[in-house]
């Protein structure tokens, strides 16, 4: 199997949006509207992080063979700019709703289910695709990420089932949530080169391959909360293209903020 810049670009992304969104989640740690869903989202989060820690210790060794660069996972985490990430704009998004100017909202937890469901019930397809990689390496990762998705996925499902046909405030803002968030799925479906690059090497997939899927097991989910599919929109956000939403630099910066004060720190 030849590497080339494509498939490093491919892992890449797979990495930046497990990364980002595990970052996500992790800030409901201590926060949480209840102690179990407080350590619930601890773990997924840890999860998630996990997976990007082998998708960049696997672009590393991707990079070495293309460029002879040595690079490590920190590296691709704590050292590149915001627009080097080629992560989704959806994993990015705080955890409320659209605000306008310097206004501010407390993390409203309908709108972390429904990103966290939105986007596994994609992964969920993916990573399954992807255990058939050509690259055994990316294969054996997606064997493992395909068992914590699956959870991930059923905790999100039940919890926007339960928003949904709960009271009148929470299918209010389980609905709000799908509004505000559905339009950013239109990025994971987009025409993009470097998935039909991977895709004609066997290495990876095309999202847009999953979409049918996709679509159909969010409306079953939908059906039974019951919420209403928001209409289509045109807007394609780019953060997978390195054109990321006015959230990702504040990210970055808690994110980054101590290994970036004592570069090559040890602990």
Not at 11 to 36: F, K, M, S, T, Y
Not at 92 to 101: T, V
Not at 141 to 162: D, F, G, N, V
Not at 173 to 200: G, K, S, T, W
């Amino acid at each position: 199997m030849t590497t080339t810049p494509e498939h490093l670009s491919y892992v890449l992304r797979l990495a930046d949006n497990a990364l980002i969104l595990g970052q996500r989640n992790a800030e409901w740690c201590g926060h949480g509207p209840v102690l179990e869903e407080d350590i619930a989202l601890a773990n997924m989060s840890l999860d998630l992080i996990g997976q990007a820690r082998m998708l960049y210790s696997h672009a590393a060794t991707l990079e070495q063979l293309l460029t002879g660069a040595k690079k490590t996972e920190d590296d691709y985490a704590y050292f590149r700019a915001e627009r080097e990430f080629a992560n989704y704009t959806l994993v990015e998004l705080p955890h409320r709703g659209p605000l306008s100017g310097t206004a501010s909202s407390s993390r409203d937890y309908a709108v972390t289910i429904v990103r966290n469901y939105l986007y596994t019930a994609l992964m969920a397809h993916i990573w399954t695709a992807l255990e058939g990689s050509k690259d055994a390496q990316l294969a054996a990762i997606a064997s493992k990420a395909i068992k914590e998705t699956r959870y991930q996925l059923q905790h999100a499902r039940e919890w926007l089932i339960r928003f949904g046909d709960g009271t009148e405030e929470s299918h209010r803002r389980a609905q709000a949530a799908l509004d505000h968030l559905m339009p950013y799925l239109r990025e994971c479906f987009a025409a993009d080169p470097i998935e039909d690059a991977v895709a004609a090497a066997g290495v990876g997939v095309r999202a847009a391959d999953f979409e049918a899927d996709w679509q159909r097991d969010v409306q079953a989910t939908l059906a039974e909360a019951p919420l209403t599919m928001p209409a289509p929109v045109q807007h394609i956000t780019t953060g997978k293209l390195g054109e990321h939403s006015e959230h990702m630099g504040f990210l970055l910066a808690e994110m980054q903020s101590l290994a970036r004060q004592h570069p090559g720190a040890t602990w």
